[in-house]
Each structure stands twice: as C-alpha cells, then as structure tokens.
C-alpha cells in the first residue's frame, strides 16, 4: 500500500501513538510497530534497530527476518548499510540493496530473501538513536514520498522512545535518563562537588508526537512563526548598534524565519500527522545531521542560525526553556555544551560545579571557575544529551570525572573523599598566618588574584597577603553598557576599604580575544588572541580607558594603589599608558580631587617580546607581573582555548622555566618586582619551581595558596634548584618526572 497520502500516513501515526497508550512493556510495542509499518509500507520486511552504546545498534525487532536473530544481530556504526544509515544519519534507498557499495549480508537473518533497502535514522536533535529499515524481495525503488513518510515514522519512534516506550530487558531497550554514566573530561578546576544538574540550555521534552487535527497544529505553528519574526525583527532593532557580524546573523535569521520552503517542510510533515513541535524537531535533525557534514564553515555557521532558530521555535510552541533571571536552584551544578564567562558570571558563585561539554583550560569561564574555586570538568561528552535538569550529580575536579546518576556504592566513596579534601583545608587554614619560608630561609609573596566584590573576604581566609591581581574587565563582561565612572570608583573604593592595609594591584580593562563585550562593536578578527585586545584596544581608543583611570584614582581616594597595565609587548606601549596615567593625575589635581598618596604602576609581561625591552623598561617600570596564561601561549605558539596544542607543552619545560629564570634575572638586574599571577602560580610544583628559577612573588586564585605554601615550607629551594639544573643539563624536555622522584624521596 502507498501511503503517499497524508491521511494514510496520519492513520499509521494514529495507530502508532495508540500503542504509546496500551499498557505493556516495551518489546510488545516494538513488535507491534514494525507489523504496522510493513503493513502500511507494503513490505514483507521491516526491522527497528537501536542503539546499544554508542558505537553499536541491536536488531530489537522485525517483522519479516528471522525471530531468533532479535537481539543477537549486532551492527557496529558504518557497517553494512544499516550501520551507514546511523554513521551518516542519512537514509540509504537501495532498489539493489546487494550490489550497494557498503552491504554486508548478515546470514542469521534470513536476508538474503529480500532485495530492496530503505532504511533511515531514528534521530532525535541530531542524535541518532536507531535505524528503521523496510526491505522486499523486489528491486524496489521506494519513491521520495516513501522515503519521506518512513522518516516521519522514525521521528515517532524517536520520540516514543525518548519517552521511555520501549524499556524491555538488555541493553539497548533501557528507560532513557535514568542510568548511571560516567563521563571521563579533562580537569579544569580541582575539588569534590556533589549537587543536582542545572542545564545552562535544556533540551525540550516533547510529550505530544503525533496530532489528529493538522488545521489546528498549522494555526499553533503559525501563530508561534508570527511571535518568532517580531522576536528576530526585537533583536534585529536591538543590535542596530552591533557590528555588521551580528547584524549579518540577524539578517540570516530574519532570512530563516520568513523561509517559505522551512515553513512548507514543517506543514508537510504536520499534514503527515505529527505535531508541530515534533515537526520542527523533525526539520532540526537533518539541519543538524547536515551541519556535522558541511565542510565549509560559513554554511556551517548559517545551519547553525537556523538550528538556533529552531531551538526558539520549539520554546514557543512548548513554553519550556530557561527564562532570563530564574533563580539558581540549591547545589546547582551547570551543565553545558560550552559558555562564556560574562553569561558564568550571570549564573553567580552560588553554582556547586561547572561540567562542559566543550571548552578549554585556559579559557576565562574557567579562570573565573578557578577565582571562585568551583570544581569544573571540562570535555565530557556527550553529557547535554545524557542529563537532565535536577539529575543527581558528583564532579571529580581532581581527575577530570563526572558521575551522573550515580549509584549509591560512588555516592559514598565520593562523600569520603570530600571529607578528606575537608580535612586538607583544615591543614591549610593552619598555616594561614605563616610566611612562605622555604626549609633554607627563602621567603616567597604571597598574592591573590580577585575580580569581584565576593572575593575580597578571601583575602582574610586565604592568608594572602595583598591582591596582586585585580581583573577590572569582570566588571564590564557582568553588565549590557559600559559601567559609568562613578559606579567605578564606588566599586574600586569598596574593594580598598575591604583590602584594608593589603595592597591592591588593579589590572586596567583587559578586553578582546575570548572577553568578550556584548554591548561593544564586535570586529572580527582571523586570530582575535593576537588581535586588537588589551591595551591595544585602550592606547587606539582611549575614552573608556581615560575613564577607568579616573574611576580608579578616585576610588583610592587617596590611598596608596598599584596600577598595572595588561599585554604590554614593548616599552613605548608602557610609556604612552603611563603617560595617560599621568595626564589623568595631573587632571584629577586640577579638579581639586585627592589622589593615591602613592601609585606604583607596572606592566603584564605576557608576550614573549617584554623580556627583551630595552633596559629603560625596566628602569622606568616599577614592577613587572608575568601573565603566564598568555605568556605560555605566545612562547610556545600554542593557544591557550585550543586543549589540542595547549597540553602539548608542560609548564616544566626546560624552555619554558629557563625563559622564566631569564625574566626574573633581568628584574633582579634592576631591581624591579617581578611576580607570576597566571594560573600556574597556583599548582604547588609549578609554583616551586618558578620560585627556584628567582621568582619571590606569586598571585593566585585564593583556594591555591594554602597548597602552595605547604609546599614551600616542606622544601630546600637550593635542593630543588639542583634537581631542575641537574634535569636541564641532562637533555629532558621537562624537569616534571625528576622533579617528582625528589619530592617523593625526599626524607
Ligand atoms: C595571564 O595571561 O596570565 C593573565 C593573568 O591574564 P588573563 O588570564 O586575564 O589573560
Ligand atoms: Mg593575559
């Protein structure tokens, strides 16, 4: 029988969600879909296979293969056709299926009967979940609209099995989000956390699959169409003062939204019989099947608007989704695909774990997930598709590890470990009062890093001895317009009178590469982290810097304060900011303003050029801190976002710590203050080893100093200094593992 026509297939669909609604278990379903679908098809066979793990689909039922095959016949992901309709998520017509490039014959079927292949993907958001195959012993052509109306079954089976319609015994028929996963990621912030997940962009749940009134599900996509457009005509008018990039994707939105041929797609598979979400769902997986197949990244980017816009289609028409300024639930641990730090920092210190599906160790989400000491697992993947919001969760920031749904057994062991890390904490605090003296008498600063009114009560609980790096620009990733001055100066007021007699080192605005401002006309740049960023940003238009530094030399109100400018890479770029510094002193004096009784102003060494400065840098410089997160980028030519090349390069490279050695001997020279804040001042051995190449002052995040000073107080630094020379002269690219061995034997 054809089912060409919209009201057999709306019948097949009928039927199919009938058996959604009879009791049973979930083979009897399977074994009653694939009768129906033969019978409508007019094929002797029709087989669901689905997913077992993630490589590997199981025949879970047939009506026309042999029985005993049910549950036996494995295929692995690309083989045999089958296995290509999962690899491609694209369907294989075959009037020859035999003679098809791919075809492997599986003799314990009893397929050698049957000529003719179609089969397509069960998808759900671009996840392919099975495959649905009808077979004939003729050489069959299955037309188009065959092709179409088996895809808009296998939606249904989708989304019945999302709906846990097909639980039954072994593997590949288990309820969906409820078993425990591990998912093995990559550290990005050490610590234990234990709470419920919170998904930063949860997946909508269909409950509807299939409607009997298409009139009324075509009005319902209407109208949702129409709210769609004014939303894409707001942001359209909102970004007026975008850049042309963001004005370009709203354009190509724009451009979606009015698409006849979308919207004709949509009203197809709704005359077909499915509702009008799931028809949208229908459209999003072959977007999305396509986009992992576009090689060309522009129109893999502009599938990406229109998978975008599907996301927001589907939220209308189901009202789900999280809305601006919903609160963040009690031991929340965000769970996302990636994210940036101006939309982490929406989120707040309150989250209990950061776990992404994306992202990088040295990105700023994961600064700001290290400032506030919040455990963050970074790769594990595929967890947006796995967890659900409120699902138990536990990150092992420690080995990059996170449980989710975890069985009692994990739960308890996981507890143990939290007490221990407690117990360590209880270590630290003791010596929060003591200096950093090394076993042979050297005594290294000890600094924090900060960039929020919330972390300044750390610097009481850390022991750390001043703010040795304050990163203004988290202020202006928080906001949508460019903070006002006096907001500024109240703010960095606040942030003296916390610190008390502590010393604050503010670091000016340090935006561009991954910071990011929304509401800042966004250039684009082939390679923004070499790009127009930083001070470079602040020297070619100065007025917001102009302004900060004002702001900053009011909030002293003066106080003693340090200045320090950010990605300096050669002596005049320090000059002319330090000349603009003095034109804003010389002003706020005019204005009858106090100012800082003291400013010490210096420069971030964070390109590798600094270290080779003519002599009057460092004379006229009054104190130099190396940005190693950006230095290390830059020396070894390896992005700092890019895990790929990042971790091919250790800290503890010979060439690395004797560049460190050369910048701390050059300082000594003429005795400008060096000190190290990027993140690996906060790792015990990498902290030990800077400070044995010369290093006498460290900024990091608050929760490192306790583990760095313990470390400092247990060993000899001339000792260690001779293990690394030693390393160095003996040819190793890093003095890591003998590093190691001394600290493990060392009595
Ligand atoms: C650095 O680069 O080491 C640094 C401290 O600056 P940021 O990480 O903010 O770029
Ligand atoms: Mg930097």
């Known amino acids: 029988m054809d089912i060409n026509a919209g009201g057999n297939s709306r019948d097949l669909l009928k039927k199919l969600r009938e058996t959604l609604a009879v009791e049973g278990d979930g083979q009897e379903r399977l074994d009653h879909i694939v009768g129906l679908v033969a019978e409508h098809m007019g094929t002797e066979v029709c087989s669901i296979y689905l997913r077992r793990d993630r490589q590997t689909l199981e025949l879970c039922a047939t009506k026309g293969l042999k029985q005993e095959s049910v549950h036996q016949t494995r295929l692995r992901f690309g083989e045999g056709l089958v296995g290509l309709v999962a690899k491609r998520a694209a369907p294989i017509n075959a009037a020859d299926a035999p003679q098809e490039k791919g075809f492997r014959y599986m003799p314990e079927t009893g397929e050698e009967l049957y000529t003719s292949l179609l089969g397509v993907p069960v998808q759900r958001l671009g996840e392919v979940l099975g495959v649905l195959v009808v077979q004939n012993k003729s050489a069959r052509q299955f037309s188009e609209d065959d092709v179409y109306a088996l895809e808009v079954v296998a939606m249904v089976i989708a989304e019945m099995k999302e709906l846990g319609a097909f639980v039954g015994d072994g593997e590949a028929m288990t309820a969906p989000h409820q078993r425990p996963h591990l998912f093995k990621g990559t550290s990005a912030q050490e610590g234990s956390a234990k709470g419920v997940v919170l998904l930063h962009d949860p997946q909508i749940v269909v409950s509807n699959v299939v409607a009997d009134d298409p009139e009324a599900e075509k009005e319902r996509l209407s109208a949702a169409m129409d709210q769609l457009r004014l939303n894409v005509d707001d942001l359209l008018t909102s970004t007026n003062t975008g850049g042309q990039d963001q004005k370009d994707v709203m354009e190509a939105y724009r451009m979606f939204a009015n698409s006849k041929s979308w919207v004709s797609r949509l009203e197809t598979s709704i005359d077909r019989g499915l509702t009008a979400e799931v028809a949208v769902e229908k459209e999003q997986s072959a977007t999305r099947a396509r986009m992992a197949r576009v090689p060309d990244p522009y129109l893999r980017e502009r599938l990406h608007d229109l998978d975008d816009l599907s996301n927001r289609l589907l939220r209308l028409l189901t009202g789900q989704g999280r809305a601006a300024g919903d609160s963040v639930p009690e031991n929340a641990i965000l769970v996302a695909r990636n994210i940036g730090p101006a939309e982490l920092l929406e989120y707040g210190k309150t989250l209990k774990g950061i776990v992404l599906e994306g992202g990088s160790v040295g990105s700023h989400a994961a600064i700001i997930a290290r400032a506030w000491a919040i455990p963050m697992v970074i790769h594990a993947d595929p967890i947006t598709r796995e967890a659900l919001n409120n699902d138990p969760i536990l990150v092992d920031g420690d080995q990059g590890v996170v449980h989710l749904r975890p069985t009692e ?102 935006i561009g590469s991954d910071k990011v401002l929304s509401y800042m006309k966004n250039i684009s740049e082939p390679n923004p982290a070499m790009g127009w960023r930083a001070i470079r940003m602040g020297l070619d238009k100065p007025g917001v810097m102009k302004m900060q530094l004002q702001a900053l030399l009011r909030g002293a109100k003066g106080r003693p304060m340090n200045i320090m400018f950010p990605f300096i890479a050669q002596y005049s770029e320090f000059l002319d900011s330090r000349a603009m510094l003095h034109a804003a002193i010389e002003s706020e004096k005019k204005l009858g303003h106090a100012i800082p009784s003291e400013i010490k102003i210096g420069a971030m060494l964070e390109t590798p050029s600094l270290a080779f400065a003519p002599d009057q840098f460092f004379e006229t410089c009054d104190f130099i801190s190396i940005g190693g997160n950006d230095l290390k980028q830059f020396f070894y030519a390896a992005d700092r976002e890019n895990e790929r090349v990042r971790s091919r390069y250790d800290t503890l490279n010979v060439s690395f710590l004797s560049f460190i050695e050369l910048i701390a001997q050059r300082c000594n020279s003429f005795n400008t203050p060096v000190s190290f804040c990027g993140e690996d001042a906060g790792k015990p051995v990498e902290a030990l080893c800077f400070a044995a190449m010369g290093l006498r002052n460290l900024s990091m995040r608050p929760a490192s100093i306790g583990p760095v000073k313990h470390m400092l107080r247990k060993a000899n630094l001339a000792e260690a200094k001779q293990v690394i020379d030693t390393a160095r002269g003996s040819g190793a690219q890093s003095v890591r593992k003998d590093l190691m061995e001394w600290l493990k034997n060392r009595s």
Do not use: H
């Open 409 to 510: 057994e994990v739960t308890s062991a996981f507890q143990d470990k939290i007490a221990m890390l407690t117990a360590a904490q209880t270590k630290y605090a003791a010596i929060r009062n003591e200096p950093a003296t090394t076993l042979d008498g050297v005594t290294v600063g000890m600094q924090m890093n900060a960039g929020l009114m919330v972390d300044l009560p750390s610097l009481e609980t850390s022991g750390a001895e001043g703010v040795g790096l304050f990163r203004t620009e988290l202020q202006f990733l928080m906001r949508n317009a460019v903070p006002k001055r006096d907001e500024l100066a109240a703010l960095y007021s606040r942030v003296m009178d916390a610190a008390g007699d502590k010393r604050v080192t503010f670091r000016t605005l340090d």
